[in-house]
């Protein structure tokens, strides 16, 4: 953990240079909007005002919880072990998308409580799954640093291979029902107001898991501002590891997208954790599920895709790629004022 300590905001004098660039483009001033100020943030984490994102990795973050027991979910564990080789050997619904968007998906075994035998399964499996959130804590103190300090690891190590920018994702059975504990916590709300579906609850099946996460607010009191004590009562495998990612981007000099709702709490960890990490991050959309908007708002983020996603695997997060694609072929392509002679637009007071 000594690498949070050397954290830094980021420097906006390359955020304010990327700003004069595009005011150099033949259009009126800042009117590609959000993507403006997204492509700004880029630049002040690479140190430039010619960013790229040309190289770009998904990591997601595969773990099981003990909270499955409880009956949150319409499926058992054995989904995770299923979903997570489909996804280290390329067929799932990330590995798709990827293939479009020209990313590398990096799949993880951070907890996942069966062995899978496939070779493009990283193993970093810190224990087979967390403990039940509904009769005690989700994992020790100890635990939760391992699993940030390997989403951490693992950002270093495509910080080393030139990735500049990573997407976030999990896939882990259950683990909407840590996640909405974790945001009644962060946000304040009661377990009702932050508390969704998932993959696809009925009305009982939505009672009974507002009732899980009412009873582990209860017996774990989570009440605290420190972002590890929190992983570690109420979290889960995924969300240290993700937790950790966006800490590593920070570290390393990464861009590093929020995915979904799991991806977001992960991401307000990291924040309370070391706070200039934000400064490192991108809101990839919004969430459907309740507490997804409320976490963004929480980190001073703005997404640019509202559109009621919610299948995880960073398959939110990762639409983002090709609107900053966009945005690089305005910024670096498109005519500019002094190519055309006519005058720039000016800002009004």
Known sequence: MDRIAHIKPVDRKYADLAQARWDSVAKPLRSFGVLEEMWNRIAAVQRTDMPNIFNRAVVVMCADNGVVAEGVTQSDNSVTAACAKEIACGRSNINVLADVYRAEVVAVDIGIARDI???GLINRKI????????????MSAAK?????????????????????????????IGNTTPTAALSSVLLGLPPDAVTGR????????????????????????????????????LGSFEIGGMTGLFLGGAHYGVTVVIDGVISA?????????????????????????PAGRGLLEKLGLRAVIDGELRLGEGTGGILLLPLLDGAAAIYYNSHRFDGLGIERYVELK
């Open 198 to 233: 998932g993959a696809g609850l009925s009305s009982d099946g939505l009672e009974r898991k507002i009732a899980v996460v009412k009873r582990a607010i209860k017996i774990n009191s989570p009440f605290s501002d420190n972002g590890v004590e929190l992983l570690a009562k």
């Open 127 to 138: 224990c087979k799954g967390t403990a039940n959130i509904a009769v005690g804590p989700a």
């Open 144 to 172: 939760a640093e391992q699993a940030i300090q390997t989403g951490m690891d693992i950002a270093g190590e495509l910080a080393n291979k030139g990735i500049k920018l990573i997407v976030t994702g999990e896939m882990g």
């Open 265 to 289: 709490v992960a991401a307000v960890l990291a924040s309370m954790i070391a706070p200039a990490s934000v400064d490192y991050m991108l809101a990839g959309h919004v969430s459907a599920e």
């Open 117 to 119: 035998a496939c070779r």
